[in-house]
Structure formats: structure tokens, C-alpha cells
């Protein structure tokens, strides 16, 4: 590795394990976040917390632990008041579509489900990772979820159900 700091975009991107792909993924997480709140989001003071949130467990595993059970029910009030909110609306599969902040969020929520998926694969390898940590980033996508109906709704743009031939 290069010893001029110029040329060396994160100090740990040689590494062999997936420690740092899960700084990468959430790293790509908070900066989808800060696209959203750069946009019309009726939803920018969460928004803004939820990357925040982002960015203090993209080094909760490396480094000290940055998330707490006090954040973890911040989040789960807020995920409770907009499935409250739109009970009517989250009872289906619909396809990731409708107003641009919407599908943003749904953007999101993929990129929350690779940290998600990067997480069990870590523990996989045997590193500790935190229950909070897997926790928070479970809550994270379903929050991304409910962020993207509840733009839907502000904006009277109705979600198209999908019908899987799968299941």
C-alpha cells in the first residue's frame, strides 16, 4: 500500500476479510441517505438521524460500539407511528415504485438488506458481532420501508401491488 495518504482511498480496502466490506456497504448506505435528504423528503429530520445512524455503526464493529438500546427504540417508535399511520397501505407486496423520494428510499432498503446480509456473513466467519448491531440494521430497512410509503402517501401517489407467482 501507498504510503502517500492521497493515494489511498481507505486505509483498509486491501483487507482479505468482510470487515470492511460492511464499512463500504454502509458507507454506500449513508451516502443514499444524504441524497435523500437532498431531495423533497417530507421526511428529512428522520432521514437525517437515520444517517447519522448509519455512519455510527458503520464502526461499531471495528471500532467501540455506537449504537444503543435508546437508539434501537427511537427507531422502533418511529417504524411503530408510520405502520400506525399506514396500516392500510403495508399489508402487501407492492413494487418499489411511485414518488422519486420513494424510490430512493427504496434504494435504500436494498442497500440496507446487503448490510444486513454482510453482518450474518461476518458472524459466519466468527467474528463477535454486536446483537445491536444486527438488530439496528434490521430495523434500518424496514424503516427505509415505511419511510418510502409514507412518501407515497404525503404525495397521493398509490403503490402498485405485485402478486408474486412464487409464493
Known amino acids: 500500500m501507498s504510503q502517500n495518504w492521497d493515494l489511498i482511498a481507505y486505509p483498509f480496502?486491501?483487507?482479505?476479510g468482510r470487515l470492511v466490506d460492511h464499512e463500504v456497504l454502509t458507507d454506500t448506505l449513508s451516502s443514499t441517505l444524504g441524497m435523500i435528504c437532498s431531495l423533497s423528503t417530507p421526511?428529512?429530520?428522520?432521514t437525517w438521524w437515520l444517517m447519522e445512524m448509519v455512519l455510527h455503526l458503520n464502526g461499531s464493529i471495528r471500532g467501540r460500539l455506537a449504537v444503543s438500546e435508546e437508539d434501537l427504540n427511537k427507531g422502533l417508535?418511529?417504524?411503530?407511528?408510520?405502520?400506525e399511520k399506514n396500516k392500510e397501505r403495508l399489508n402487501r407486496f407492492v413494487y418499489p415504485t411511485g414518488h422519486e423520494v420513494s424510490s430512493?428510499?427504496?434504494?435504500?432498503?436494498?442497500?440496507?438488506?446487503q448490510v444486513v446480509r454482510n453482518l450474518y456473513l461476518l458472524e459466519?466467519?466468527?467474528?463477535?458481532?454486536?446483537?445491536?448491531?444486527?438488530?439496528?440494521?434490521?430495523?434500518?430497512?424496514?424503516?427505509?420501508?415505511?419511510?418510502?410509503v409514507e412518501v407515497n402517501a404525503v404525495f397521493e401517489v398509490d403503490e402498485v401491488e405485485f402478486i408474486s407467482k412464487s409464493y
Open 77 to 83: 417508535d418511529m417504524l411503530h407511528t408510520l405502520k
Open 43 to 46: 421526511l428529512k429530520e428522520e
Open 104 to 113: 430512493w428510499y427504496h434504494i435504500a432498503r436494498c442497500q440496507a438488506k
Open 13 to 16: 480496502l486491501n483487507e482479505k
Open 124 to 148: 459466519q466467519d466468527g467474528l463477535d458481532v454486536p446483537q445491536l448491531v444486527i438488530d439496528f440494521a434490521n430495523l434500518i430497512a424496514n424503516l427505509l420501508f415505511a419511510f418510502s
